[in-house]
């Protein structure tokens, strides 16, 4: 799982919540359960079974594998609209092609994220490259989606092609955790991500037996998901392991500490730190339309029969069909 990472972490600006914050308690732990997406990748659905008033501005997060895919097997996405949120996919391994209807996308791979507004509508898909596809080889990576506000939903869509070297790169004070800040703010320090939504997404290692306490905006909700590994999660020492989501109460601190002994193949905690403001709006959720009422899903849906959120291209192929 390398991402993007250091030799040294202790060469890095160090964080640390302040000695008079207050602890953020553990208030659920979840599984994610199993299941396949787009043309039959596997994925974990983080969020399953989470209250949505602790979730928001979040909606849903797939981690998609880990996988060791044979030559031929790697799958990706047909073509699909979305309306009304933003998709974040952050590959930690292996590669990602996306392309749009308006003619936007790119490729992202180890530690590269792509921050897709769909706001007003497009097109969209996502398949590994064809060279993936000939030789097989390691995915791994998340999707994460944002809800947008109600005035931010019907903005043109955007597109930022976040590179692994562009993310904020801090530190513990013992420098037992690497902590990659993707977007949003960490103690003053800022992430390349650019959001309608205000939000922090961290990707931090934590090496086995190390702790990390965070301070963390009290107007943020908190989530952390277990990439890979296990540990424990809040002052109070809630054990989490791979695939498991801990929803954190009201505070102004989180902390995760890594177990003394993990996997073989996990040599550290791998987590996901995820907080954002939450919008309180109502929310009309219908697979990839995300909107405030049951009719601005029906409007959604007949823009996309009528074709005003896009056409495929007609010179468009999937590379691995």
């Keep these: 799982m390398p991402a993007v990472t250091v030799e040294n972490p202790l060469t890095l600006p160090r964080v640390a919540a302040p000695a008079d914050a207050v602890a953020r308690p553990v208030l659920a732990v979840t599984t994610a359960p199993s299941g396949f997406e787009g043309e039959g990748f596997p994925v974990r659905r983080a969020f399953a079974g989470i209250n949505y008033k602790y979730l928001d501005p979040f909606i849903m997060m797939d981690q998609m594998g880990e996988v060791e895919y044979e030559a031929g097997e790697p799958k990706g996405t047909p073509w699909h609209p979305h309306r009304g949120f933003e998709t974040v996919t952050y590959i930690i391994d292996g590669t990602f092609v996306h392309r749009d209807s308006h003619g936007g996308g790119g490729t992202i791979t180890n530690g590269d994220t792509q921050w897709m507004t769909a706001g007003s509508g497009l097109l969209h898909i996502e398949t590994p490259p064809e060279e993936l596809v000939m030789s097989g080889g390691l995915f791994h990576g998340l999707q994460l989606w944002v809800n947008l506000p109600a005035a931010d939903k019907m903005k043109n869509p955007r597109y930022q092609d ?134 601005e899903l029906q409007r959604a849906f007949d823009d996309f029969q009528a074709g005003r959120l896009g056409v495929i291209p007609t010179e468009e192929r999937l590379p691995h069909t």
């Design 162 to 295: 976040i590179r692994g070297g562009q993310v904020k790169l801090l530190t513990t004070a013992d420098g037992g955790a690497l902590l990659r800040v993707i977007a949003g703010e960490l103690d003053g320090n800022e992430g390349p991500g650019i959001t309608h939504t205000p939000i922090t997404m961290v990707h931090a290692t934590v090496r086995p037996g190390a702790e990390v306490t965070l301070p963390w905006r009290e107007d943020y909700n908190g989530l952390v998901y277990v990439l890979a590994g296990r540990g424990t999660t809040g002052a109070e020492r809630r054990p989490v392991h791979t695939g498991q989501t801990a929803v954190f109460g009201a505070g102004s601190a989180l902390t995760v500490r890594a177990d003394e002994s993990q996997d073989g193949n996990t040599p550290d905690l791998e987590v996901v730190v995820l907080g954002g403001r939450p919008i309180r709006e109502p929310m009309a959720h219908y697979g990839p339309f995300v909107m405030n009422t049951r009719a």
